[in-house]
């Protein structure tokens, strides 16, 4: 903290009003400079290059400015399916990663006694394991030659040639698997912090443990589950990873759609435009959804 | 039983939640130990060949160690750069500070594809090849975000009578900031640091975008995954698990010793 050095004894005494002011701005300086430079501008760059068209020589990687804003449009339309697909999957899982993570931050919180942070421990723990390996795990686990399928194709419960792994199941459940310590933890902040007294008033009160339930935690928990929603929907929107490894070719997502686009087809204003059509849609999401919720704590 | 059962209902949903969490963690770990070569998806036998040898598979400790340069350079920066955020943030009011904070949530709201490939389209356009420092330069990017959230939180919860009673007792703002703030908030800058590097040594989309042809450890899984990953890359995942598990137990009991010591 090179700023702090700057002010023993003497500066104090000089103006403290104005050189405290700079303070806070001298502190972020490089950050945010790091953040605008990285983050932001590429953000331009990405939008100026989604409006491009292939130049005229036809070489591949080349590109023309011709502010072609229907490049949006077609690409849109083109792939609406996986656009749509990606939103459905993402809610599903979020829906799931919440059913899971609520009554188990709720048991972190409330019922765990001494073991809190143990437990807290072991939620974030299985994140150590490199989240491809885990992804690929869950592939072999519940793959032909893994052992779930050939315990339900034992009990035929399942037919010989029913599979799990290469379904739009296999993705969701990836996806909930993956983002489910970003579901847990804020909910958990927000369950701990809640005043045991106000659920004790609410049982004076001859609230039943349901009521109080209801009308007393869920209330004051709702922070965390936004919080947490966001943090699992988010990411699960743009993810391409578990649809790659547990999916078929018939529940590519757009996250898929730009990466090939980038990579084998070389069509950047394309992988661009697509881009920005998801970040759009998720950050107009993420609006209402905060507006309806009524938290501004996130930002 | 049935009563017990009822009773114990919200217990039993956590731990099948737990167990649900650490199904592949060890499915990961078991296959570490399976004598299977390269294709390492049917169970062969008890093995701790892949141990004594985790860099048996071609490549595959080249990718650790550039995985481990990337972590520690862009860990080392973004705790630095976030922190100096966190107190801005976390300590003066001063105009401009609610926009500072919404750029600092909108890389955590914007999807990893969209970052990584804006970046490499800049790369691409400035005629920058992209590679080590690309990535490393990524790296720091998305994890400064993380550290000033984390650090802030702490920040946020000191008790200012604690700075007021070391100024109370002739400290300058120096020696306040070093004797009691900075030890005060150095747990949340440990937190934000180690949170930083496992968010850079796991990466995979943002890297894949912007490290060309310099291979990382996650990088080094997708390719093999299409062959089949080696049981080394299982060894080098259950080892980080251990040591990550070690760092944030032995974290936590410094912690607890200390409050102890306290009371």
């Given at each position: 903290?090179?700023?702090?050095?700057?002010?023993?004894?003497?500066?104090?005494?000089?103006?403290?009003?104005?050189?405290?002011?700079?303070?806070?701005?001298?502190?972020?300086?490089?950050?945010?400079?790091?953040?605008?430079?990285?983050?932001?501008?590429?953000?331009?760059?990405?939008?100026?290059?989604?409006?491009?068209?292939r130049?005229a020589?036809?070489?591949?990687?080349?590109?023309?400015?011709?502010?072609?804003?229907?490049?949006?449009?077609?690409?849109f339309?083109?792939?609406?399916?996986?656009?749509?697909?990606?939103?459905?999957y993402?809610?599903?899982?979020?829906?799931?990663?919440?059913?899971?993570s609520?009554?188990?931050?709720?048991?972190?919180?409330?019922?765990?006694?001494?073991?809190?942070n143990?437990?807290?421990?072991?939620?974030?723990?299985?994140?150590?394991?490199?989240?491809?390996?885990?992804?690929?795990?869950?592939?072999?686990?519940?793959?032909?030659e893994?052992?779930?399928?050939?315990?339900?194709?034992?009990?035929?419960?399942?037919?010989?040639?029913?599979?799990?792994?290469?379904?739009s199941?296999?993705?969701?459940?990836?996806?909930?698997?993956?983002?489910?310590?970003?579901?847990?933890?804020?909910?958990?902040?927000?369950?701990?912090?809640?005043?045991?007294?106000?659920?004790?008033?609410?049982g004076?009160?001859?609230?039943?443990?349901?009521?109080?339930?209801r009308?007393?935690?869920?209330p004051?928990?709702?922070?965390?589950?936004?919080?947490?929603?966001l943090?699992?929907?988010?990411?699960?929107?743009?993810?391409?990873?578990?649809?790659?490894?547990?999916?078929?070719?018939?529940?590519?997502?757009?996250?898929n759609?730009?990466?090939?686009?980038?990579?084998?087809?070389?069509?950047?204003?394309?992988?661009?435009?697509?881009?920005?059509?998801?970040?759009?849609?998720i950050?107009?999401?993420?609006i209402?959804?905060?507006?309806?919720?009524?938290?501004?704590?996130?930002? | 039983?049935?009563?017990w059962?009822?009773r114990?209902?919200?217990?039993?949903?956590?731990?099948?939640?737990l167990?649900?969490?650490?199904?592949?963690?060890?499915?990961?770990?078991?296959?570490?130990?399976?004598?299977?070569?390269?294709?390492?998806?049917?169970?062969?036998?008890f093995?701790?060949?892949?141990?004594k040898?985790p860099?048996?598979?071609?490549?595959?400790?080249?990718?650790?160690?550039n995985?481990?340069?990337?972590?520690?350079?862009?860990?080392?920066?973004?705790?630095?750069?976030?922190?100096?955020?966190?107190?801005?943030?976390?300590?003066?009011?001063?105009?401009?500070?609610?926009?500072?904070?919404?750029?600092?949530?909108?890389?955590?709201?914007?999807?990893?594809?969209?970052?990584?490939?804006?970046?490499?389209?800049?790369?691409?356009?400035?005629?920058?090849n992209?590679?080590?420092?690309?990535?490393?330069?990524?790296?720091?990017m998305?994890?400064?975000?993380?550290?000033?959230?984390?650090?802030?939180?702490?920040v946020?919860?000191?008790?200012?009578?604690?700075?007021e009673?070391?100024?109370?007792?002739?400290?300058?703002?120096?020696?306040?900031?070093r004797?009691?703030?900075?030890?005060l908030?150095?747990?949340?800058?440990?937190?934000?640091?180690?949170?930083?590097?496992?968010?850079?040594?796991?990466?995979?989309?943002?890297?894949?975008?912007?490290?060309?042809?310099?291979?990382?450890?996650?990088?080094?899984?997708?390719?093999?995954?299409?062959?089949?990953?080696?049981?080394?890359?299982n060894?080098?995942?259950?080892?980080?698990?251990?040591?990550?598990?070690?760092?944030?137990?032995?974290?936590?009991?410094?912690?607890?010793?200390?409050?102890?010591?306290?009371?």
């Amino acid at each position: 903290m090179a700023i702090a050095h700057v002010s023993p004894g003497t500066s104090t005494h000089v103006n403290p009003e104005r050189s405290g002011r700079r303070i806070p701005y001298l502190l972020m300086l490089p950050g945010l400079l790091w953040l605008f430079i990285f983050f932001i501008y590429p953000l331009i760059n990405l939008a100026e290059t989604s409006t491009k068209t292939r130049a005229a020589s036809q070489e591949t990687g080349a590109f023309v400015q011709t502010y072609r804003f229907a490049n949006y449009l077609d690409a849109f339309i083109e792939y609406q399916d996986q656009f749509l697909r990606s939103f459905s999957y993402a809610l599903m899982a979020t829906l799931l990663a919440l059913a899971i993570s609520y009554p188990l931050a709720y048991a972190i919180a409330f019922k765990s006694g001494r073991y809190k942070n143990i437990l807290l421990i072991l939620v974030i723990a299985p994140f150590f394991t490199s989240f491809l390996l885990r992804t690929i795990a869950w592939k072999q686990i519940l793959g032909a030659e893994g052992p779930v399928v050939s315990v339900l194709r034992a009990l035929h419960l399942i037919g010989p040639d029913t599979t799990i792994t290469a379904s739009s199941f296999a993705v969701v459940m990836g996806l909930t698997y993956n983002f489910l310590p970003f579901m847990t933890l804020p909910i958990y902040a927000s369950l701990d912090r809640i005043d045991p007294r106000l659920m004790e008033a609410s049982g004076d009160l001859y609230a039943n443990g349901l009521t109080t339930f209801r009308k007393v935690t869920v209330p004051l928990s709702m922070p965390g589950v936004v919080a947490g929603t966001l943090l699992t929907f988010i990411p699960a929107a743009g993810d391409y990873i578990n649809a790659a490894i547990l999916g078929n070719p018939t529940t590519k997502m757009i996250g898929n759609v730009i990466d090939s686009r980038f990579f084998r087809i070389v069509d950047y204003p394309t992988a661009a435009a697509l881009s920005f059509t998801l970040m759009a849609a998720i950050l107009l999401l993420v609006i209402i959804y905060i507006r309806r919720s009524g938290t501004d704590e996130l930002v | 039983m049935s009563r017990w059962f009822s009773r114990n209902l919200i217990r039993i949903y956590a731990s099948l939640a737990l167990i649900y969490l650490f199904i592949p963690v060890g499915y990961t770990m078991a296959f570490s130990f399976n004598d299977a070569g390269k294709r390492n998806i049917n169970w062969q036998g008890f093995t701790l060949d892949n141990w004594k040898n985790p860099c048996g598979a071609p490549d595959i400790c080249v990718a650790l160690g550039n995985s481990l340069k990337i972590g520690f350079l862009s860990t080392l920066v973004a705790t630095i750069l976030g922190t100096m955020i966190a107190f801005a943030l976390g300590r003066y009011k001063f105009r401009g500070r609610s926009s500072t904070n919404l750029l600092i949530f909108l890389p955590m709201a914007t999807p990893e594809i969209v970052m990584g490939a804006s970046l490499l389209a800049m790369f691409v356009n400035l005629n920058v090849n992209t590679g080590f420092w690309t990535t490393v330069i990524a790296h720091i990017m998305f994890c400064i975000s993380f550290v000033v959230v984390t650090v802030k939180a702490r920040v946020a919860s000191l008790d200012p009578k604690l700075e007021e009673a070391a100024r109370d007792l002739y400290a300058n703002e120096y020696q306040t900031f070093r004797r009691v703030t900075f030890p005060l908030v150095l747990p949340g800058i440990a937190a934000a640091a180690l949170l930083a590097f496992s968010l850079s040594f796991d990466d995979f989309i943002i890297t894949n975008f912007n490290s060309g042809t310099i291979t990382t450890f996650p990088k080094f899984v997708w390719i093999s995954s299409i062959r089949g990953v080696p049981a080394q890359a299982n060894v080098i995942g259950t080892a980080m698990f251990l040591i990550a598990l070690f760092i944030v137990i032995a974290g936590q009991f410094i912690g607890s010793a200390k409050a102890k010591r306290k009371s």
